[in-house]
């Protein structure tokens, strides 16, 4: 049996995934690194911003992870990759409600 802090590794890997897909296709799009300026935000913006990344998807697969709601890796690992987005779009509609109060 896999402990929670196992599944949170998973979903801190998909994370990782993730951002590196994210990044792959951003470098891409630009032909060479998105983040240097004068046109990007800086290495060190984009390094932070992916740090907090990893981070809000490690913490909310090891919240689910001890809710007992992760039944195996692949879940973790799926969970990682997509907490991020979902929070982000989460996060919108919150304030878009608040907005409306």
Not at 17 to 23: D, E, K, P, S
Not at 38 to 58: C, D, K, N, R
Not at 62 to 67: D, F, G, L, W
Not at 83 to 89: G, N, R, Y
């Amino acid at each position: 049996m896999r402990m929670w802090w196992q599944y949170a590794l998973w979903g801190l890997g998909g994370a990782a995934v993730n951002r590196a897909l994210i990044g792959a296709e951003a470098a891409q799009r630009v032909k060479g690194l998105p983040w240097p300026k004068p046109e990007g935000p800086g290495g060190g913006v984009y390094l932070v911003s992916v740090i907090i990344q990893l981070a809000v998807a490690t913490v909310v697969v090891a919240a689910a992870a001890q809710s007992k709601w992760v039944p195996n890796p692949g879940v973790a690992l799926g969970m990682g990759a997509s907490a991020p987005v979902l929070l982000k779009k989460l996060t919108s509609i919150a304030l878009a409600l608040v907005g409306q109060g």
